[in-house]
């Protein structure tokens, strides 16, 4: 008996189509490893249809004034709130994760960062007139900048469509955005939502691949690019952008440095780590993915490590006891075992470093030490649930070893020692520091890190100002 699968569709000036050449890729519930819809592989007929329509919406949502924008954020974050099981439920069967994890630790950040960037809506103010010149007084004007083309990543497909769209629109921006090819459901789904509270054109999904985001990206609509996902496709943006000097906001890959001293609470801080470096299977760029521990408390530390990991449980979204849920496609699942599968010989597994079951794309959580800097899973990004651990001597070769990859997004310390705390937050270099925690984020707070993890920030009043422009008014006194 065959399934039929469900028929996913853009969403382009208020309507909802197919591409304009009919194609489609199928899309796969990576928790079973079958195809459940199609989704449009859109092309570039589809890219004008959908940048001509938000470039045609752009005046009048330009024009709003902050207070209508304010009013149309909060509904869209009502809607969402009261359609929650439906979008927790499709974000599901579109990643494999946990439902109960998906809905106590997405949807209610999703909410409130919507929340607040419909406040910031009303805080889009350049600085206070004044004279500079004899005669003349001078306004800087805060704006919007057009129209944004935008690509979300498939490791949180909603919220990282949230942290797109909710700051451009906010500031009176027209969005097309662009799901992954591997988790477009979502978003589609919230495009139903938005396109109920929104005027037509003002928000705007096309699906497809790498060739319809670079459709996007190298369209002469948009006057910015925003992208989240690996350093080749945010270099690949960048170049493609700076064809006609677009705005570029990059959110990159990460590989986050966990700085644990002899004096922190050995088994807080492995309990506490492995949580965040295992969750969502440890695709999050910010993932506490590499530790660093004093070698006076390597060996304690790794054993509690490894039975942290031992007791950590994935499976499928219905099971309650689970932390997480599968890779997200069989690429990266391949990826993941083969960072293990070539691990060189003064390596060690402690814990998992297998595939799970026979049926989707499940890793167990992983642990491997005996690591030295210039291996290649300290260097790269392995975006899944493994953590390496490597020891040091005293808090210089910590901080060397901390900052000796290509990656500054973010990083944590864990000590009882505030100065050895407040050194280390000053010299790590990464967009984000967390103490004695790792992982946390809240919207007023900006996320966004260095070097190759890319530049601009998400969230915060600084993720806000990236989607608007400064112009400067002077006006002569004399009439």
């Keep these: 008996m065959t399934t039929e699968l469900r028929r996913l569709r853009n969403y382009i000036g208020g309507e909802f189509k197919d591409a304009a050449d009919g194609r489609t890729t199928e899309v796969v519930n990576p928790a079973t490893g079958e195809a459940y819809a199609t ?203 700076s064809k006609d000097v677009k705005r570029v906001h990059l959110e990159l890959g990460g590989k986050a440095p966990v700085v644990v001293f002899e004096d922190a609470d050995i088994a807080k801080a492995a309990e506490d780590i492995a949580v965040a470096g295992f969750f969502n299977a440890g695709q999050d760029c910010t993932a506490a993915c590499r530790v660093l521990v004093h070698e006076s408390i390597h060996d304690e530390f790794v054993a509690a490590l490894a039975k942290n990991a031992a007791d950590t449980k994935t499976g499928q979204p219905d099971d309650e006891d689970v932390l997480y849920g599968p890779l997200n496609n069989p690429n990266q699942l391949k990826q993941v075992a083969g960072f293990i599968e070539r691990l060189p010989a003064h390596a060690k597994v402690e814990a998992g470093g297998h595939q799970v079951g026979e049926k989707g794309y499940f890793y167990a959580p992983t642990v491997v030490s005996g690591l030295k800097q210039d291996d290649e899973i300290i260097q790269n990004e392995v975006f899944g649930p493994v953590i390496t651990v490597q020891s040091f001597t005293d808090e210089d070769q910590a901080l060397a070893y901390a900052n000796d990859v290509e990656f500054a997004l973010a990083s944590s310390v864990w000590t009882k020692d505030h100065g050895r705390a407040m050194r280390m937050s000053k010299n790590l270099d990464f967009g984000c520091v967390w103490i004695n925690t790792h992982i946390p984020l809240v919207a007023e707070m900006p996320h966004g890190g260095y070097k190759k993890s890319g530049y601009g920030k998400d969230l915060s009043a600084y993720g806000f100002e990236d989607y608007t422009r400064i112009k400067h008014v002077m006006t002569s006194l004399d009439g």
């Design 39 to 241: 989704a449009p592989l859109s092309g570039q007929a589809d890219v004008d249809a959908a940048m001509a329509a938000a470039a045609a919406a752009f005046p009048a949502w330009r024009d709003a004034t902050p207070s209508e924008r304010q009013k149309a954020l909060l509904k869209i974050a009502d809607a969402f709130e009261a359609r929650a099981d439906e979008l927790v439920a499709t974000e599901s069967e579109n990643t494999g994760k946990p439902l109960g994890l998906t809905a106590s630790e997405e949807l209610p950040p999703m909410v409130d960062q919507i929340r607040f960037f419909a406040g910031a809506a009303r805080l889009l103010e350049g600085r206070s007139a004044g004279e500079y010149m004899e005669g003349m007084t001078s306004i800087v004007r805060r704006e919007p900048v057009g129209v944004c083309a935008q690509v979300a990543p498939w490791n949180y497909p909603m919220m990282m469509a949230v942290w797109k769209f909710a700051p451009a629109l906010a500031a009176g921006n027209t969005v097309v955005l662009k799901p992954s090819d591997t988790t477009p459901a979502s978003t589609i789904l919230m495009a139903e939502i938005i396109g109920s509270i929104l005027p037509k054109g003002v928000f705007n999904v096309v699906c497809g691949d790498r060739d319809t985001g670079r459709a996007m990206v190298e369209h002469r609509t948009p006057a910015m690019a925003s992208i989240t996902g690996s350093v080749r496709a945010g270099m690949q943006v960048a170049e493609s952008a």
